[in-house]
């Protein structure tokens, strides 16, 4: 990082981002120029007040007209494909967050501008919206993560019926680095800034900030969901707006998260990280064997919680414990009950997933244990196995995504699309302190903030990535803050990407219209 953008503290280079565009480019609903047709673009200008903008690596934002029939309506919509400028306080241009945006037609702009807005922002670091765009809230779906998908599996994309549209609008969010969103020609510096958990929430703070503003959206009863490291994030981000914005939320969803990367991941030697997957590792157990079921858990949560974590504590020195632990675990997982003596009843989760389909020569996704690909060297030690859920889904998504750009948004920038960019995984800053990376703090503080704030945290019950035990545990411990009934964990069949499956995507769709419902006749 340069000594200048040393110099540039996060308060006040982030809190004067310069968005430079006209208030006439996102205007959507009845303030949208109308096209003739669902395929037809509208060409938006640029500017500032009338000051030309300078050249931008990114097109300007195209706006469609669309219709589309599902099952009992028929919607009615503009989308807005585009992006928004981050600059430092000096105007330089940083990068370029891109977004898409759907808005139901409505009559007068009054009525549009009152309508309920979610924005949608997924995890990695370094993941595009597509996979919660393409995969559960917007107008179009792509059927994904299921047992069969491959990189060659279809890219076509099906009307979505359980789209959030009737009931809120929708803003699809990429962070720099992912998607389209891109640093500007010859600010690679940037990178130490925006590519860091800190400036990564405040920067994306500023885009929702400068989206409603200049969407005249400030009334509208306001929503933000995330998933996985986008769990991560909302909190953060709520609690951004709030303090530093003037712009309060009136509830977030948090699919998948990470609540504390400190809770259990960063302490190798704490038996809370066995205590924690546990209960994942059963569900998957259950789940092959067609005996999945919330109340089937109960169990195992209060035995992890207690006498599992109670002789891990005890240490391999307490040969009663041992054997108490191998017993349970054994009956609990079903696996081989040599394997875990061996392993002294603490089963981590390549283990699991390996040795639950070897008889099969299949490997187990961590992100969703009930999804298997072929081992592809099934007589070595460890396995090199591709994921059966992420990396299967990166081609039809990527090109369903890419499709939905060209054909329906009409809008096409030049370079390469990332879906899930590993760079910026590899190279994030969560900063020095413990603060940075963890977000209950955040969440503990939006919700003292506001008694009116809504929360639910939602998770698949086979997902090995970010076990809902973890979850659970953690929010378990948050004061009452008033209503308790305002902070909601939901658990779901399914794994990380739980909505992939129908009865999940469904379910969770009519959690979450009744939470808007419910925060709009306040």
């Known amino acids: ?38 395929s037809q673009a509208v060409p938006a200008s640029s500017g500032a007040a009338g000051t030309a903008l300078p050249s931008q ?51 007068g702009a009054a009525v549009a501008a009152e309508r309920p807005v979610t924005f949608a922002v997924n995890g990695g670091p370094g993941a595009a919206s597509a996979y919660l765009h393409l995969g559960l809230m917007g107008p179009r779906r792509l059927p994904f993560g299921r047992q069969g998908d491959t990189p060659s599996s279809p890219t076509d994309l099906v009307a979505n019926a359980e789209t959030w549209l009737d009931f809120t609008d929708l ?28 400036g990564d929430y405040k920067s994306l703070a500023r885009f929702i900030a400068n989206w409603l503003r200049l969407n005249d959206r400030l009334g509208s009863p306001k929503f933000i969901v995330g998933e996985s490291y986008g769990g991560f994030r909302a909190p953060k981000i709520v609690s951004e707006l709030q303090t530093s914005d003037g712009v309060g939320l009136s509830g977030m969803l948090l699919l998948s998260p990470v609540l504390d990367f400190t809770y259990q991941r960063d302490a190798r030697g704490s038996p809370l990280r066995w205590a924690v997957q546990l209960p994942s590792l059963a569900a998957t157990r259950l789940e092959h064997e067609g005996r999945l079921s919330r109340r089937a858990l109960l169990e195992t949560e209060s035995y992890a919680a207690g006498d599992y974590l109670a002789d891990l504590l005890k240490g391999p020195r307490d040969k009663a414990a041992v054997q108490r632990i191998i017993e349970r675990v054994t009956a609990l997982t079903g696996l081989d009950r040599m394997l875990v003596e061996r392993l002294g ?9 390996r040795e639950i389909g070897r008889d099969r020569q299949l490997v187990g996704s961590p992100y969703d244990g009930a999804v ?11 396995t090199q196995a591709p994921d059966a859920v992420l990396e ?44 940075d990376r963890e977000t209950m703090r955040e969440l503990r503080s939006a919700l003292a903030l506001d008694p009116r704030l809504q929360v639910i945290v939602a998770h698949g019950m086979t997902d090995l990535v970010t076990p809902y035990f ?32 129908d009865a999940s995507r469904q379910n969770l769709r009519e959690a979450v219209r009744m939470m808007i419902e419910a925060r709009r006749g306040l």
């Open 1 to 38: 990082m340069t000594s200048f953008l040393r110099r540039l503290a996060f308060a006040g280079w982030i809190a004067s981002f310069a968005w430079v565009q006209s208030e006439g480019v996102f205007a959507q609903g009845a303030g949208a120029t109308r096209g003739g047709g669902p």
């Open 57 to 107: 690596s990114l097109p300007s934002p195209s706006v469609t007209r669309h219709t589309i029939d599902l099952p009992g309506r028929t919607l009615q919509y503009t989308a807005t494909a585009g992006a928004l400028p981050v600059r430092d306080q000096s105007g330089r241009l940083l990068a370029e967050i891109a977004y898409v945006s759907y808005a139901l037609d409505r009559e």
């Open 171 to 198: 803003v699809f969010i990429d962070p720099v680095g992912a998607g389209f969103s891109r640093f500007a020609p010859g600010n690679d510096d940037a990178r130490g800034l925006l590519w860091s958990a800190e």
């Open 345 to 353: 009843g603490k089963i981590d989760t390549g283990t699991f997933l």
């Open 372 to 382: 298997f690909a072929l081992d592809p060297d099934p007589d070595a030690a460890r």
């Open 392 to 435: 299967a889904i990166t081609a039809p998504l990527t090109g369903a995504m890419l499709r939905l750009y060209a054909d329906e948004l009409k809008w096409q920038p030049d370079g390469r699309y990332f879906l899930l960019n590993e760079d910026v995984s590899r190279r994030w800053s969560y900063g020095q302190g413990r603060g």
């Open 470 to 501: 973890e979850s659970k545990l953690l929010l378990d411990q948050l004061p009452p803050l008033g209503d308790e009934a305002r902070v909601k964990l939901e658990l779901f069949p399914g794994g990380h990407m739980f909505y992939s499956r």
